[in-house]
């Protein structure tokens, strides 16, 4: 099927504010060592020019530049594994990864409830080397001066690298499923904002990885092509997001007319880019409702 990534990826801000007041301003840092990360074999980016950088801005770390995909797994004490694996795909507009507030702090939480969870540090969109450059050409980009680098193709041909990605990873977790004490039948994903269209976009694209569930955190709500054999689908998001609220429920409806499974929690207040920040608003309990929604589905009561 058409799916609209495209566009849609092209109007995400890459460096969204979450929902809550943080210092806005992007402090460079050293590339992190990453002792776990392992690589997943799908090459280097296409063309790719810029190396990989990492800098810090609303209390958290974010990746540029990714020319190799990893994926760093976060697994439960001894003892208190449910067999339950997921692939977290932090958002960042293509161009950036928040690497804790969506990607290791949500990964530590589900590994503390006994699921195994794996941060997806995908491809990205080039961006400028020089911090200076990059923060002018998101300016520039905001300010309509420039429209952001496109990506060859349309819809779901788009996404080629990030969903080549996407489907390493889960055949990496199968693979070392016994190692990793996983059922290779509960492998699901869980996305942010650009992280929750890949997502989408790897049920949708109908390749090998096939999501047992999945789970889309602030990421668009518009009308798709469900498959016949969807899994089920939990959705966050805050009404007053300034990208994706108030746009319909078209993701919601979709789901619904196809008779798949859907769970979908629209919060009064809580903007973009909340995550696991902690703040007065009840968008922050969406995780407690997503590890309860993996109870309700059998997805926490031990490997079957």
């Known amino acids: 099927m058409r799916f609209a990534v495209a566009a849609a990826l092209l109007a995400i801000p890459p460096l969204a504010a979450p929902a809550r007041a943080q210092d806005d301003r992007m402090t460079p840092i050293a590339v992190p060592a990453q002792p776990g990360a392992i690589a997943l074999g799908t090459g280097s980016l296409p063309g790719a020019a810029v190396p990989e950088s990492w800098h810090r801005q609303y209390g958290s770390a974010f990746a540029r530049n990714v020319t190799v995909a990893t994926l760093t797994p976060y697994l439960p004490e001894p003892g208190k594994e449910t067999g339950t694996a997921i692939i977290v795909a932090p958002g960042g507009g293509f161009r950036t990864l928040s690497m804790d507030n969506e990607g290791a702090e949500v990964a530590k939480a589900l590994a503390a409830r ?14 400028p080397a020089d911090m ?60 942010f904002s650009a992280g ?54 078209g993701l919601i409806d979709s789901w619904t007319a196809a008779h798949r499974p859907v769970e979908f929690h629209l919060y009064e207040r809580g903007g973009h880019g909340f995550g696991m920040y902690r703040k007065e608003t009840t968008s922050t309990g969406w995780f407690d409702a997503f590890v309860a929604w993996l109870g309700m589905h059998g997805l926490l009561n031990g490997v079957r």
């Open 196 to 249: 929750a269209m890949l997502t989408m976009a790897t049920v949708l694209s109908g390749g090998g990885a096939r999501p047992a569930f999945i789970g889309s955190v602030y990421g668009p709500l518009a009308p798709v092509r469900v498959p016949a054999d969807a899994p089920p689908l939990f959705v966050a998001l805050a009404a007053d997001d300034p990208l994706f609220g108030g746009s319909g429920f």
């Open 114 to 127: 006994g699921v195994a969870a794996f941060v997806l540090k995908y491809r990205l969109i080039q961006t």
């Open 132 to 191: 200076g450059a990059f923060q002018r050409s998101m300016a520039a980009m905001f300010s309509g001066a420039a429209r952001p680098p496109q990506p060859a193709g349309s819809g779901l041909a788009a996404l080629a690298p990030q969903l080549a990605d996407a489907d390493a990873a889960f055949a990496l977790v199968r693979r070392r499923a016994r190692e990793w004490h996983v059922d290779p039948a509960r492998v699901g994903m869980i996305g």
